[in-house]
C-alpha cells in the first residue's frame, strides 16, 4: 500500500500542475505535454522518485492525458467544422508508425538522454513560439509522397520522444504550408490522438523497476497524475480561453516561450550533469 502521507503530497502537486497547465493550454493554445513533462518530473523528484527510468514515467503519463484532452479537443472543434480531415487521414498512419517508433527507442533510454532531448527540443520550439512570423511559409500546400512519408513518422517520434500532443511540431508545420492557424490547431488536435494512442499503449508494457516508480504506475503510466491532471485541465482550460478573450495573447505567447526555453535549457544542464 502507498504511504497516505506521500500519497496526499503527490495529489497536491498534481492538482497545481493540472491547473497550470489547463490554463496555459486555454489562454496560448499549446500543448499540455510541454509542460507537463518538467513538472512530472520536478515533482516525481522532489518526492523522492529519482531512477534511470523517471523520464519515460513522465513521458507516459503526460501522453495518457493528451488522449483524454485531444479526443475532447477534436471533437469540440469537428462541431465547429474546423478540422481538416483529409490533411487528418493522410497522415495519421505515418504519425502512428513515428510515435511507435519513439517508444521503442524511449524505452532504450536512460531518463539523462531523454532529458538532453527534451531540452534541446524544448529550445527549437521555444524559438519558433518567440520567434516566429505568420507569413512564413515552406509551401502553398501540405506534402504528399515522399516528403509526407518522412515528415509524418518524424512528427509522431519527436513528440512521443519529449510526451506531447499534436501541436508543437503538427501546427507550426501546417502553417508553413499555408494551413490558417485556426484549421492547423483544430486539426493538430487530431495528430495528438494518433500520437498518444498507439504510444500509450506500447508504454503500458514497459517494465519499471518497483523501487524508483511512484505509487499506482502501471508499466510506465503512472494513474494517480493521470486522473488529477485530466480532471484539472478540463476545470481550468475554459479559464484560460476566457482568459485569452479578454486580453491580447501574443506578448503572453514570447513569455511562455522565455519560460519553455529556460525549462528546457535547466533539462539540458541537469542531463549533462552541470
Not at 496555459?24 to 518530473?41: D, K, N
Request: proline fraction near 5%; glycine fraction near 14%; include cysteine.
Amino acid at each position: 500500500m502507498p504511504d497516505t502521507a506521500l500519497l496526499l503530497q503527490m495529489l497536491a502537486l498534481l492538482a497545481v500542475i493540472g491547473a497550470f497547465a489547463g490554463v496555459l493550454a486555454g489562454l496560448l493554445g499549446v500543448g499540455g505535454g510541454i509542460v507537463l513533462v518538467p513538472a512530472f518530473f520536478y515533482a516525481f523528484q522532489t518526492l523522492g522518485y529519482d531512477g534511470p527510468q523517471l523520464m519515460q514515467i513522465c513521458l507516459a503519463t503526460s501522453l495518457a492525458t493528451i488522449i483524454v484532452t485531444s479526443v475532447r479537443s477534436v471533437l469540440s472543434h469537428h462541431a465547429k467544422g474546423a478540422v481538416d480531415w483529409a490533411i487528418l487521414r493522410g497522415w495519421a498512419p505515418g504519425i502512428a508508425a513515428g510515435a511507435v517508433l519513439g517508444v521503442l527507442v524511449a524505452a532504450s533510454l536512460r531518463s539523462t538522454t531523454l532529458q538532453g532531448l527534451f531540452g534541446a527540443l524544448g529550445v527549437v520550439i521555444g524559438l519558433y513560439l518567440g520567434l516566429g512570423r505568420a507569413h512564413w511559409r515552406l509551401g502553398p500546400v501540405m506534402p504528399g509522397g515522399l516528403r509526407r512519408l518522412v515528415l509524418a513518422p518524424l512528427v509522431g517520434f519527436l513528440s512521443v520522444l519529449m510526451g506531447i500532443g499534436g501541436g508543437s511540431f503538427g501546427v507550426p508545420l501546417m502553417s508553413l504550408y499555408g494551413v490558417a492557424i485556426h484549421r492547423a490547431v483544430a486539426t493538430a488536435a487530431g495528430f495528438g490522438v494518433t500520437i498518444a494512442l498507439p504510444s500509450v499503449i506500447g508504454f503500458l508494457f514497459l517494465t519499471i523497476d518497483p523501487a524508483n516508480r511512484p505509487p499506482l504506475t502501471f508499466g510506465a503510466v503512472n494513474l494517480v497524475a493521470f486522473a488529477v491532471v485530466v480532471a484539472m485541465t478540463l476545470i481550468t482550460a475554459p479559464v484560460g480561453v476566457r482568459l485569452a478573450h479578454a486580453m491580447d495573447p501574443k506578448p503572453l505567447r514570447r513569455v511562455f516561450a522565455v519560460f519553455l526555453m529556460l525549462v528546457a535549457l535547466n533539462m539540458l544542464r541537469k542531463a549533462l550533469g552541470w
